[in-house]
């Protein structure tokens, strides 16, 4: 399949510019993950080559972290520094210098003096707590971390205070995946992928999950747990809400946009299964996807609810 377009309501032209097919940005990865706009250029990771990777206009791709600790989702906090999940040292990390592996600073390792499975993915409220999903992807096999036994009781979804304490937010999910605020940040989109088992494990299960749940939140709690989308083919990875709380989720085929209310748009297709997305460019509304070993660049008129909140709101990132 060639990289292209499917148009299933109308308005979803004049989301992305559709007459211009996806353009390749960067090759030669085993699984990109992570996308996330910092400074003037895009940083994402190669995961089981345990190496963080940086893209530019100008010099195109080098290597940002040549030890990433098989890093996966990152993200910005309201200063403006990288967060990053680690598979391999099992734990949420802040880094103002992402080119030094050595100035991380642990956010949270553990849960009730237990350590966290693999934390997969990351995002930053614009009150400063930090939300991870900790699925066991890293742990069950040497492809995307360090084979081990879990200490937790489950899969779970977590919250950091600005206090520093953590909380288990929801508890119920196979493997929570990918997660982003609305717009107003008054729910919360969280995808479950139990449907796969990870990268040394071909397949997909339909009967396990592969949807979006959606949930109302106050403060750290979560409640009113509804799901929003059932994805396929394949599963749901990683996504971004847009300023208008569209959703832009991976899939097998790329990337499907969904209204507010969860209803197909369009598709960008790839010919791989999707991993995550993220927006950024001098102007914010350029689309980064990354797919198996491939980065992908789409133009496009959208930007991240997140970063529109915050310049709203006068915080920063």
């Known amino acids: 399949m060639k990289p292209g377009y499917v148009t ?33 250029g895009l940083f994402f990771n190669d ?35 990288m967060v990053s999940c680690e598979h391999g040292g099992r734990r949420v ?46 742990i069950n096999s040497d492809v995307e971390g360090y084979p081990a036994e879990s200490e937790l009781d489950g899969c779970h979804v977590y919250c950091v205070s600005t206090d520093g304490s953590i909380h288990a937010v929801a508890t119920d999910f196979d493997k929570p995946n990918g997660l982003a605020f609305s717009p107003d940040e008054t729910k919360l989109y969280i995808a479950d992928s139990g449907a796969i088992r990870g ?50 989720t991976s899939a097998l085929d790329g990337i499907h946009c969904l209204s507010p209310e969860g209803a197909l748009i369009g598709k960008i297709l790839l010919p791989a299964q999707t991993s995550n997305i993220c927006f950024g460019g001098q102007d914010g509304m350029t689309m980064f996807i990354t797919s198996s070993d491939k980065v992908y660049r789409v133009h496009s008129h959208r930007r991240d609810a997140a970063h529109v909140l915050r310049e709203k709101t006068g915080r920063s990132a």
């Open 199 to 248: 990268a040394s494990f071909p397949g997909i299960d339909y009967n396990l999950p592969h949807h979006i749940r959606v949930f109302d939140v106050d403060g750290p709690r979560l409640s009113n747990d509804r799901v929003f989308a059932v994805v396929a083919p394949g599963i749901p990875d990683g996504f971004r809400v847009d300023h208008q709380g569209f959703v832009w």
């Open 93 to 138: 990390v802040r880094r103002q210098d992402p080119f030094d592996l050595n100035s991380a600073e642990t956010i949270a390792d553990s849960f009730e003096g237990k350590r966290l499975n693999s934390p997969n993915d990351v995002v930053v409220r614009s009150d400063g707590s930090v939300w991870f999903t900790d699925p066991p992807y890293g």
């Open 47 to 81: 995961i089981p080559g345990k190496r963080m990777l940086r893209w530019t206009e100008d010099k195109g791709v080098s290597i940002a972290l040549s030890n990433s600790e098989f890093a996966n989702g990152n993200t910005l906090d309201l200063a403006g520094n």
């Open 8 to 40: 299933v309501d109308a308005r979803f032209k004049s989301f992305v510019d559709t007459s211009t097919a996806p353009d390749v940005i960067a090759t030669d990865c085993t699984w990109t993950e992570g996308p996330v706009w910092f400074s003037d």
